[in-house]
Nanobody, 126 residues
Framework: QVQLVESGGGLVQPGGSLRLSCAAS????????MAWFRQAPGKAREFVAS????????FYAESVKGRFTLSRDNAKNTVYLQMNSLKPGDTAVYYC???????????????????WGQGTQVTVSS
């Protein structure tokens, strides 16, 4: 089991940027594919982006393609979600997730990831 701690959320104006971080407490970070999900009030948790252990595989939800960039630093056991051109519709609690298995393009369901962080709030509002 891996422990995940998110940070970097906050209040930002439409069109602004934020960078979320997720630090993993695990010895074998490179054994895990990582992802971000988000959950807005009254809505189901939805996939945002995922990244394989060596960063060669990356997948994004259509709603964030071209605006969000997911990266990881295996030396620091950390993944980053750079969010640009933020919209009010991006407002949600953002969750970091880990998967102890290879990552494929269809691995975007909540059940595909076994470890979760507590979440960090992102609010996009003027």
């Amino acid at each position: 089991q891996v422990q995940l701690v998110e940070s970097g959320g906050g209040l930002v104006q439409p069109g602004g940027s934020l960078r979320l971080s997720c630090a993993a407490s695990v010895r074998t970070f490179t054994s895990y594919a990582m992802a971000w999900f988000r959950q807005a009030p009254g809505k189901a948790r939805e996939f945002v982006a995922s990244i394989g252990w060596n960063s060669l595989s990356k997948f994004y939800a259509e709603s964030v393609k071209g605006r969000f960039t997911l990266s990881r630093d295996n030396a620091k056991n950390t993944v980053y979600l750079q969010m640009n051109s933020l919209k009010p519709g991006d407002t949600a609690v953002y969750y970091c997730a880990a998967r102890f298995a290879p990552l494929g393009p269809k691995d975007s369901a909540r059940g595909d990831f076994g470890s979760w962080g507590q979440g960090t709030q992102v609010t996009v509002s003027s």
